[in-house]
């Protein structure tokens, strides 16, 4: 029979993206777990059949496994929040989609000239300062961030959006190769998104590629920095918001463009409420629907950067449809890490 020849990290990327097992993949597709783990371990080379039989079981055209070896993302070198209640399958399902979002951003960066990143180490920094400092050296002052997805893009931080499959996942975020990313899930409100790019860019600031990014620790400082730097202390300080009823909260939510539940928070954090207003809020927030969802909320923001690189791919000619042949992937898939980008199928 006539063996192919494939990247065999192509094949284990393809599967954990997924979300399959060796086991469950060798009964999807009649082949055995011990022939396919040699396929992914460069041990032994697929029939053309079993090539075929494997691509259509994992949706993924038959040319993304013959192209250039692939690195994984390291686990270590991601912060997953819940991490605890993640199953292997999950997580190796969201950094196998992150690794082939990564191949489209490294065939832009051919293409483009894309921002440089000018993010700066804060390691050891407690979060307030760090958001701060940051929000100061770029400029922000106290104002509120208009879109926070095109102020990281515009500061060199690349973001992609999370297939709706790896939807247990909120967002995470690495420094690959010294270039930072985001990944977001797309579909959670705008308000709580937009704390996302927050909380993933107080790990890039503040853990960078030194700090193991892991723990509730870790976590609870991102969380502290996303609320200091999309809701500075003197911003709110001077809202008058002490003793901030319900309807107040909900109101003032739309300045700092966050959600109830994290201004209520951020209230209590600069002791501009008390302990029982605190939990009394939630509590009739809650009612209000607003732990579920963000009634009357923000549109979801979606990425500036990628969708003035399909407009000049489409001024060239080059559409979604053949960027993604480019790459060995479906149109769908291109489109699930571009926030559903799309101008054309040409």
Same mark, same amino acid.
């Given at each position: 029979?006539?063996?192919?020849?494939?990247?065999?990290?192509?094949?284990?990327?393809?599967?954990?993206?997924?979300?399959?097992?060796?086991?469950?993949?060798?009964?999807?597709?009649?082949?055995?777990?011990?022939?396919?783990?040699?396929?992914?371990?460069?041990?032994?080379?697929?029939?053309?059949?079993?090539?075929?039989?494997?691509?259509?079981?994992? @949706?993924?055209?038959?040319?993304?496994?013959?192209?250039?070896?692939?690195?994984?993302?390291?686990?270590?070198?991601?912060?997953?929040?819940?991490?605890?209640?993640?199953?292997?399958?999950?997580?190796?399902?969201?950094?196998?989609?992150?690794?082939?979002?990564?191949?489209?951003?490294?065939?832009?960066?051919?293409?483009?000239?894309?921002?440089?990143?000018?993010?700066?180490? &804060?390691?050891?920094? @407690?979060?307030?300062?760090?958001? @701060?400092?940051?929000?100061?050296?770029?400029?922000?002052?106290?104002?509120?961030?208009?879109?926070?997805?095109?102020?990281?893009?515009?500061?060199?931080?690349?973001?992609?959006?999370?297939?709706?499959?790896?939807?247990?996942?909120?967002?995470?975020? &690495?420094?690959?190769?010294?270039?930072?990313?985001?990944?977001?899930?797309?579909?959670?409100?705008?308000?709580?998104?937009?704390?996302?790019?927050?909380?993933?860019?107080?790990?890039?600031?503040?853990?960078?590629?030194?700090?193991?990014?892991?723990?509730?620790?870790?976590?609870?400082?991102?969380?502290?920095?996303?609320?200091?730097?999309?809701?500075?202390?003197?911003?709110?300080?001077?809202?008058?918001?002490?003793?901030?009823?319900?309807?107040?909260?909900?109101?003032?939510?739309?300045?700092?463009?966050?959600?109830?539940?994290?201004?209520?928070?951020?209230?209590?954090?600069?002791?501009?409420?008390?302990?029982?207003?605190?939990?009394?809020?939630?509590?009739? &927030?809650?009612?209000?629907?607003?732990?579920?969802?963000?009634?009357?909320?923000?549109?979801?923001?979606?990425?500036? &950067?990628?969708?003035?690189?399909?407009q000049s791919l489409r001024e060239d000619g080059i559409g979604v449809?053949?960027?993604?042949?480019?790459?060995?992937?479906?149109?769908?898939d291109l489109k699930s890490y571009l926030f559903g980008l799309t101008?054309?199928?040409?």
């Open positions: 029979m006539n063996e192919q020849e494939i990247a065999p990290t192509r094949l284990k990327i393809a599967r954990k993206r997924r979300g399959l097992t060796l086991t469950a993949l060798a009964k999807s597709t009649d082949i055995s777990s011990r022939s396919l783990s040699a396929y992914e371990n460069g041990e032994w080379k697929p029939t053309s059949e079993s090539l075929q039989t494997i691509a259509h079981v994992l @949706d993924f055209p038959i040319q993304f496994f013959h192209g250039d070896e692939l690195d994984e993302i390291p686990e270590d070198s991601v912060s997953f929040r819940a991490a605890t209640k993640m199953t292997a399958r999950q997580r190796d399902a969201a950094l196998s989609a992150g690794r082939v979002a990564l191949m489209f951003d490294r065939w832009i960066a051919e293409r483009f000239d894309l921002p440089e990143a000018s993010i700066p180490t &804060l390691t050891g920094y @407690d979060p307030e300062s760090a958001a @701060d400092s940051l929000r100061a050296r770029w400029g922000l002052g106290l104002r509120p961030i208009r879109n926070a997805v095109h102020l990281v893009e515009a500061h060199g931080i690349r973001v992609y959006s999370l297939p709706a499959d790896t939807k247990s996942l909120d967002a995470f975020s &690495l420094a690959w190769r010294g270039q930072p990313y985001i990944f977001l899930n797309t579909e959670k409100s705008g308000e709580r998104g937009r704390f996302d790019v927050a909380h993933e860019l107080g790990h890039l600031v503040m853990h960078g590629e030194h700090v193991v990014p892991h723990g509730p620790e870790i976590e609870a400082q991102a969380n502290a920095f996303a609320a200091a730097f999309l809701m500075p202390r003197a911003s709110v300080v001077a809202q008058g918001l002490r003793h901030a009823t319900v309807p107040q909260i909900i109101s003032a939510k739309t300045i700092w463009r966050v959600s109830a539940l994290a201004l209520t928070h951020r209230l209590h954090e600069l002791d501009l409420t008390t302990d029982w207003g605190y939990r009394n809020a939630f509590v009739q &927030l809650g009612r209000l629907g607003y732990r579920r969802d963000e009634p009357g909320g923000i549109s979801r923001e979606a990425s500036l &950067l990628h969708s003035k690189v399909l449809k053949s960027s993604a042949a480019t790459l060995g992937i479906s149109v769908d101008l054309t199928t040409a």
